[in-house]
């Protein structure tokens, strides 16, 4: 009954989602770059995915084509089975090992095949999470309604079929304790976490929450530590709160109740979360300390769940080690914004710092897309950023490797956002299985190149354009060390542009904070050189 109930819900969110399309989207249409996908199918997303022995499996193959798709997968893991009609691989597998995984899909147009390895060990999040979170757009006003509508913008819009899995919600779920676990309750904005997640799990996607350390979190509403073993809060029972349970801004500051307790709750409310399926948490405090870090980690564990774990916010490269034994994910930023200052400062201005510790199941975190309609509250608006710096945007994000969120009102995207959301080949880039972060290898206050090196041994180059008019832009392959003839591909547009000679450049015209994202195949083949040194210089 409870999932009859959601669906209708969910099948009533077209009115509320026509209403909130007060601002008509600007006409970007000229700018898209992506093709459309063919109805012939084709497998997207990561070529590896990590989890644990004996936790629950869930992995949707992100496909586009037309329906309806047969799937069918040679070589999974015991334990491990597919829906030949979802594309949906569940179950549990408990035995390590790399197991290398042949999937197929198949409609009345042609069949496509890809390798995909299942590492079934310590580490999850082999490649960087890709999904949405609220905060971004609907601020501490998220409800459940508003989660459900952007989960069904996710299978509809076709965002999935690229690879886009989680929909977490950010700070404004959070009632009072109670529960068999005294863990933290769901306000009345969320009536029912558990079908909420069953629902998400059923198509395939996953399900993130939020929390923090401190007595309360930034929005207002009780946290994972408490002043008394009781797990009671003394501005609850005072009446300084709201009918959601969030504290009275009016009556007391906030930042009053940025304090740690000392009683933590991290296992009564992993417990909780765990039963109602969650898969990511998003743990927010500043400044982050090892302590507290690693409370919430074993608590995770101990549930035997697989949870990503990420850290916000602005954590320090001096805590690295430490993130990268207990975290997931981990901000190296404090909030962006939409505008080219803000992304562009947090994109080029600090990322550098983290590539030492960034590799498969660590994942230093630049914040959620701010493209689409975007808002921190009730009232959103279509972002301030220009087309070609949301080009820069998603480039930038996929050479760098960092998590993506989408930020947006998925429900109320226009085509261009959709565009820049699902391209395959730029997605491609940013799940590659290597992980590592692109260099940046040119550049100065007008522009900057990065050099990201690929699995299969192809190079992927973004040539950024940083200043406020078109700037010429290329590079020479021996320069950036490949040798012999070299295709250059143009990810955006999924087209082939250019054969250039190892020491021949190649250049093109880069809008102002606008980029130009390739990939340089076949880059470096591992062949035995043979013959004088001198052709190879």
């Known amino acids: 009954m409870k999932k009859l109930i959601l669906l209708l819900a969910l099948a009533a969110l077209s009115l509320p989602a026509a209403l909130r399309a007060q601002e008509p989207a600007p006409d970007n249409s000229r700018y898209i770059l992506t093709p459309a996908a063919p109805v012939t199918p084709r497998i997207n997303g990561p070529k590896i995915y990590g989890a644990r022995p004996g936790a629950d499996f869930l992995y949707r193959i992100p496909t586009t084509g037309e329906r309806p798709i047969a799937f069918s997968a040679k070589g999974l893991p015991k334990g491990l089975k597919?829906?030949?009609?979802?594309?949906?691989?569940?179950?549990?597998?408990?035995?390590?090992?790399?197991?290398?995984?042949?999937?197929?899909?198949?409609?009345?147009?042609?069949?496509?095949?890809?390798?995909?390895?299942?590492?079934?060990?310590?580490?999850?999040a082999l490649t960087p999470p890709m999904g949405w979170n609220s905060w971004n757009c609907w601020g501490n006003s998220v409800s459940q309604e508003k989660v459900m509508s952007s989960a069904k913008a996710m299978l509809e819009k076709g965002l999935a079929d690229y690879g886009w899995t989680y929909i977490n919600i950010d700070d404004g779920w959070q009632g009072l304790r109670g529960g068999k676990y005294k863990g933290i309750q769901p306000n009345s904005k969320f009536?029912?976490?558990?079908?909420?997640?069953?629902?998400?799990?059923?198509?395939?996607?996953?399900?993130?929450?939020?929390?923090?350390?401190?007595?309360?979190?930034?929005?207002?509403?009780?946290?994972?530590?408490?002043?008394?073993?009781?797990?009671?809060?003394?501005?609850?029972?005072?009446?300084?709160?709201?009918?959601?349970?969030?504290?009275?801004?009016?009556?007391?500051?906030r930042d009053s109740l940025w304090y740690f307790g000392a009683y933590s709750f991290a296992r009564n409310d992993a417990k909780q979360w765990a039963e109602w399926g969650v898969d990511y948490l998003k743990y927010d405090w500043n400044v982050n300390d090892p302590w507290w870090l690693r409370d919430m980690a074993d608590a995770l564990h101990a549930t035997g769940r697989d949870i990503v774990y990420s850290i916000s916010n602005h954590s320090r490269v001096t805590l690295g080690p430490v993130l990268q034994e207990v975290a997931e994910c981990w901000r190296t930023t404090g909030d962006i914004r939409d505008t080219w200052k803000s992304m562009s400062s947090i994109g080029f201005g600090g990322q550098d710092l983290w590539a030492g510790y960034r590799r498969p199941g660590n994942w230093p975190d630049a914040d959620m897309l701010v493209v689409g309609k975007v808002g921190w509250g009730p009232k959103t608006h279509w972002t301030q950023l220009t087309p070609d710096e949301q080009y820069t945007h998603i480039s930038l994000w996929s050479v760098l490797a960092s998590?993506?969120?989408?930020?947006?009102?998925?429900?109320?995207?226009?085509?261009?956002?959709?565009?820049?959301?699902?391209?395959?080949?730029?997605?491609?880039?940013?799940?590659?299985?290597?992980?590592?972060?692109?260099?940046?290898?040119?550049?100065?206050?007008?522009?900057?190149?990065?050099?990201?090196?690929?699995?299969?041994?192809?190079?992927?180059?973004?040539?950024?354009?940083?200043?406020?008019?078109?700037?010429?832009?290329?590079?020479?392959?021996?320069?950036?060390?490949?040798?012999?003839?070299q295709t250059i591909r143009d990810l955006w547009r999924q087209q082939d542009v250019a054969k250039v000679g190892q020491k021949e450049r190649w250049e093109t015209e880069v809008a102002p904070h606008g980029v130009c994202f390739v990939r340089v195949y076949p880059g470096n083949t591992g062949e035995k050189l043979a013959g004088f040194a001198g052709r190879y210089q």
């Not at 197929?104 to 390798?115: Q, S, T, Y």
């Not at 009671?232 to 801004?249: A, C, F, N, Q």
């Not at 354009?465 to 012999?484: A, D, R, T, V, W």
């Open 191 to 253: 009536p029912d976490m558990k079908a909420l997640g069953d629902f998400l799990h059923e198509n395939g996607l996953k399900f993130g929450i939020y929390s923090g350390p401190w007595v309360a979190t930034y929005a207002g509403h009780i946290g994972s530590s408490c002043e008394n073993p009781e797990g009671t809060y003394w501005w609850i029972e005072k009446g300084i709160v709201d009918s959601v349970w969030k504290l009275d801004r009016s009556k007391l500051k």
């Open 82 to 124: 597919l829906d030949k009609e979802t594309g949906i691989i569940r179950g549990t597998s408990k035995k390590r090992g790399t197991y290398k995984v042949t999937l197929r899909a198949e409609n009345r147009h042609g069949r496509c095949e890809r390798e995909f390895r299942i590492v079934i060990g310590d580490k999850i």
């Open 403 to 485: 998590p993506m969120l989408i930020g947006c009102d998925m429900a109320d995207m226009d085509d261009f956002t959709v565009s820049l959301l699902c391209n395959s080949e730029v997605l491609d880039v940013h799940q590659d299985a290597l992980g590592l972060q692109g260099a940046r290898m040119y550049g100065d206050a007008t522009y900057a190149t990065y050099v990201k090196p690929l699995e299969d041994g192809s190079i992927a180059v973004a040539m950024f354009n940083l200043s406020e008019e078109p700037k010429q832009i290329g590079f020479i392959p021996y320069s950036i060390g490949l040798y012999g003839t």
